[in-house]
Nanobody, 119 residues
Framework: VQLQASGGGLVQAGGSLRLSCVAS????????MGWFRQAPENEREFVAG????????YYADSVKGRFTISRDNAKNTVYLQMNKLKPEDTAVYYC?????????????WGQGTLVTVSS
């Protein structure tokens, strides 16, 4: 499995970014997907998850109402729309693929894309 994340960059506080992650190697629509992030000197933390169909989504409390996870199974792609960004959102963002249809039990990881939010 390969997961290729993109879309990171430098943005001012209050701005928006859209991350994308293209998956290959196994049937994309069979598996839940997720986004995680890791800030310097912090542990990796869960950001958002989406079921195989896109019907169910989960968010960390810190991003609820600001971030939206979605997927396009025809394009083997999962997205993370990030609005109202804050400096504390600065981190390397990783997409992950679950080993099951529901979010959780992520067993495949991408290389990460850096998001920097300036104050």
């Amino acid at each position: 499995v390969q997961l290729q994340a993109s879309g990171g960059g430098l943005v001012q506080a209050g701005g928006s970014l859209r991350l994308s992650c293209v998956a290959s190697g196994r049937t994309f629509s069979n598996y839940a997907m997720g986004w995680f992030r890791q800030a310097p000197e912090n542990e990796r933390e869960f950001v958002a998850g989406i079921s195989w169909s896109g019907d169910t989504t989960y968010y960390a409390d810190s991003v609820k109402g600001r971030f939206t996870i979605s997927r396009d199974n025809a394009k083997n792609t999962v997205y993370l729309q990030m609005n109202k960004l804050k400096p504390e959102d600065t981190a390397v963002y990783y997409c992950a693929q679950s080993g099951q249809a529901a979010p959780g039990a992520y067993d495949q990881w991408g290389q990460g894309t850096l998001v920097t939010v300036s104050s």
